[in-house]
């Protein structure tokens, strides 16, 4: 017959804990601390032992496909039932399919969680949407190292650069703590690399214009209060070093011709900038120079640099004078085309002249009469329709 203490014993104890040949039953008796202690320890393997089986009873993973299904509609799911590999990856892969950027990032974020490193790029690297959805992950959050590292990773080396790079020039507090971290990037990971030579060399010109900026803006600053020249780009701070600092020898560090050699700015690129900074001054002998060299000085003509038409249109903006556009708007190539433009420009003197070294006296008369009677243009076709005789065409 059954004691009472034997029933409770059996109320706690599985028939798989009791069956077990080397286990030896005896009666306890509780007035005594060992037989307590021992009772409380078989109780507390007992329960551990059930919680266990009904842990693996629960921990049946569904289907991958249902679980994504799931994840894309935001209901909720144990990604956790999912041990092995292959039935994590087969997870990803379903989530991939059904094109939910959000339910694929929790999936990543999971295998990131659960996998070794070497693993979790391994997938990625057989996912390229999912790789994608991680990287603009970690680029919102601005994670740049984990980033940077992971592409790295991928042999995706110069957009691991490009990476770095941006950290680098988002730093903040100051152009100091940018250009610690310019030159870190430029050391560590950009000159080592032969591939990334092109960035190496920018990189190195944009330190070099962040070195020539600060001493620049510092010494101009009492003159200008509200000079903020560090961080412009190359052309505007030439556009700055033309307004003030245009006469400046070539070993300044605000010289115009010094920072277009270091940054190996075009002949164009520098003309077009210094020709607005001059213009806006109406220094119209150096605009003038712009478009002059040794070499052109005996011909007397203008060197097309930039198009001469394209020049009078800015020099006029600042206030030029007829004789200043005629001087640009002559050296148009193109008899046509420097006529419509000295027509736009209201510079009679090329107009009247192109009609008569074309002997168009019908042209001239019309043009004429579009003039104002009595002004100054008006009598300057006049009189070249009275002095040259030009047969009717």
């Given at each position: 017959?059954?004691?009472?203490?034997?029933?409770?014993?059996?109320?706690?104890m599985?028939?798989?804990y009791?069956?077990?040949?080397?286990?030896?039953?005896?009666?306890?008796?509780?007035?005594?601390?060992?037989?307590?202690?021992?009772?409380?320890?078989?109780?507390?393997?007992?329960?551990?032992?059930?919680?266990?089986?009904?842990?693996?009873?629960?921990?049946?993973?569904?289907?991958?496909?249902?679980?994504?299904?799931?994840?894309?509609?935001g209901?909720?799911?144990?990604?956790?039932?999912?041990?092995?590999?292959?039935?994590?990856?087969?997870?990803?892969?379903?989530?991939?399919?059904l094109?939910?950027?959000?339910?694929?990032?929790?999936v990543?974020?999971?295998?990131?969680?659960t996998?070794?490193?070497?693993l979790?790029?391994?997938?990625?690297?057989?996912?390229?949407?999912?790789c994608?959805?991680?990287?603009?992950?970690?680029?919102?959050?601005?994670?740049?190292?984990?980033?940077?590292?992971?592409?790295?990773?991928?042999?995706?080396?110069?957009?691991?650069?490009?990476?770095?790079?941006?950290?680098?020039?988002?730093?903040?507090?100051?152009?100091?703590?940018?250009?610690?971290?310019?030159?870190?990037?430029?050391?560590?990971?950009?000159?080592?690399?032969?591939?990334?030579?092109?960035?190496?060399?920018?990189?190195?010109?944009?330190?070099?214009?962040?070195?020539?900026q600060?001493?620049v803006?510092?010494?101009?600053?009492?003159?200008?209060?509200?000079?903020?020249l560090?961080?412009r780009?190359?052309l505007?701070?030439?556009?700055?070093?033309?307004?003030?600092?245009?006469?400046?020898?070539?070993?300044?560090?605000?010289?115009?011709?010094?920072?277009?050699?270091?940054?190996q700015?075009?002949?164009?690129?520098?003309?077009?900038?210094?020709?607005?900074?001059r213009?806006?001054?109406?220094?119209?002998?150096?605009?003038?120079?712009?478009?002059?060299?040794?070499?052109?000085?005996?011909?007397?003509?203008?060197?097309?640099?930039v198009?001469f038409?394209?020049?009078a249109?800015?020099?006029?903006?600042?206030?030029?004078?007829?004789?200043?556009?005629?001087?640009?708007?002559?050296?148009?190539?193109?008899?046509?085309?420097?006529?419509?433009?000295?027509?736009?420009?209201?510079?009679?003197?090329?107009?009247?002249?192109g009609?008569?070294?074309?002997?168009?006296?019908?042209?001239?008369?019309?043009?004429?009469?579009?003039?104002?009677?009595?002004?100054?243009?008006?009598?300057y076709?006049?009189?070249?329709?009275?002095?040259t005789?030009i047969?009717?065409?």
């Amino acid at each position: 017959m059954m004691t009472s203490k034997n029933k409770k014993r059996d109320l706690f104890m599985g028939d798989e804990y009791w069956n077990e040949s080397s286990r030896k039953v005896t009666p306890f008796d509780f007035d005594d601390d060992t037989d307590t202690d021992t009772f409380m320890t078989m109780l507390a393997a007992e329960v551990a032992f059930l919680r266990r089986r009904l842990a693996e009873a629960r921990e049946v993973a569904p289907p991958p496909a249902d679980t994504a299904r799931r994840l894309a509609l935001g209901e909720p799911c144990t990604l956790e039932l999912y041990r092995p590999l292959a039935e994590k990856r087969q997870l990803l892969a379903e989530t991939v399919a059904l094109g939910d950027g959000d339910a694929v990032l929790v999936v990543v974020l999971f295998l990131k969680r659960t996998l070794k490193r070497s693993l979790f790029v391994a997938e990625l690297r057989r996912q390229p949407v999912a790789c994608e959805q991680y990287l603009a992950y970690l680029r919102a959050r601005f994670s740049h190292a984990d980033a940077a590292d992971l592409l790295a990773m991928l042999g995706r080396v110069e957009e691991a650069a490009m990476v770095r790079y941006e950290s680098a020039v988002r730093v903040r507090g100051g152009v100091e703590p940018q250009l610690r971290g310019l030159r870190h990037c430029l050391q560590a990971h950009l000159a080592p690399d032969p591939e990334l030579a092109l960035h190496t060399g920018l990189v190195r010109q944009q330190i070099d214009l962040l070195e020539r900026q600060r001493p620049v803006e510092a010494a101009d600053a009492p003159a200008r209060p509200d000079l903020q020249l560090v961080g412009r780009s190359v052309l505007s701070t030439l556009h700055y070093c033309c307004l003030h600092h245009y006469s400046e020898p070539a070993n300044h560090l605000a010289s115009p011709a010094a920072l277009r050699e270091r940054h190996q700015l075009t002949e164009r690129q520098y003309t077009w900038t210094a020709l607005r900074a001059r213009a806006s001054l109406q220094a119209w002998a150096d605009v003038q120079a712009l478009f002059t060299s040794k070499a052109w000085f005996s011909s007397g003509k203008l060197r097309p640099v930039v198009p001469f038409e394209a020049a009078a249109e800015v020099l006029e903006s600042f206030g030029a004078t007829l004789e200043t556009l005629s001087l640009y708007i002559a050296s148009i190539d193109g008899t046509e085309k420097r006529l419509e433009h000295a027509k736009k420009f209201g510079c009679y003197k090329i107009v009247v002249d192109g009609y008569l070294s074309q002997k168009d006296r019908v042209s001239l008369e019309q043009y004429r009469a579009t003039l104002k009677p009595h002004s100054e243009a008006h009598q300057y076709a006049s009189d070249a329709l009275r002095a040259t005789v030009i047969p009717i065409c």
